[in-house]
Every structure is written in C-alpha cells, then in structure tokens.
C-alpha cells in the first residue's frame, strides 16, 4: 500500500467523520438495493423458462418470443440501473464528497 505523503491525508479522521459515513451509508443502501433488483429481475429469467416455459415461448413476430424478449430487456434493465446509479452519484453522492472534501482542505490550510 503506497501513501502519498506530499498531501499528509488525515485519512482516519476522514472515516471517522460524520458526513463520510452518512456518504457511505446512504450509497452502500443505495447500491445494495440497485444489485438486489438486478438480481431479482436476472433470476426470473431462468426461473420463467423453468416454471412457465408455455408463456416464454408464446411467438411475438416471427422467431421473437417472449423468452427471447424477457433476456433482451435484461440489457435495457442493466442500462437502466447504470442511468440511475449515475444520476444518483452525480447528484447526490458528489456533493456530499465535494462538501467533506472542502471541509477537510479548510482545515489542512
């Protein structure tokens, strides 16, 4: 582990500072909650084609059925979720960063 020493990062009073764990925790919960809905809607995929494997291949047009459409929305599901998470951070998490990060050059200067 290399420390850059020109800077002198107070690091644990940084992680034992209030907003920086009000920043981890609502971004861990909010993570946590984004990964749970992944994963939730990534398993129903293969538990629709185990348990209802007459309605994933219910034809659509052509050689499109609704399986086939269930794993292509899974794309648009994981593009989603990036989205969100991206304007959440930008929003939100960056400016709780931004304020600690002024917080503490304050004090170093």
């Keep these: 582990m290399s420390t ?8 644990e009073r940084i992680h034992a500072h209030p907003k ?5 925790d609502r971004k861990s919960r909010f993570l946590w909650s984004l990964m749970a809905i992944s994963v939730f809607y990534y398993f129903l995929l293969p ?3 185990g348990y209802f494997p007459a309605w994933f291949a219910i034809k659509i047009w052509g050689p499109l059925n ?3 459409l269930f794993a292509l929305s ?3 599901v994981a593009w989603g ?3 969100v998470y991206a304007r959440r951070a930008n929003g ?3 400016a709780l960063a931004e304020s600690l990060k002024r917080e503490f050059q304050e004090v170093q200067s």
């Design 81 to 83: 979720i990036a989205f």
């Design 66 to 68: 609704v399986g086939l």
């Design 74 to 76: 899974q794309f648009l």
């Design 20 to 24: 920086f764990t009000e920043l981890h």
């Design 4 to 11: 850059n020493t020109s800077t002198n990062t107070d690091w």
């Design 47 to 49: 538990i629709g084609a």
């Design 92 to 94: 939100e998490f960056d």
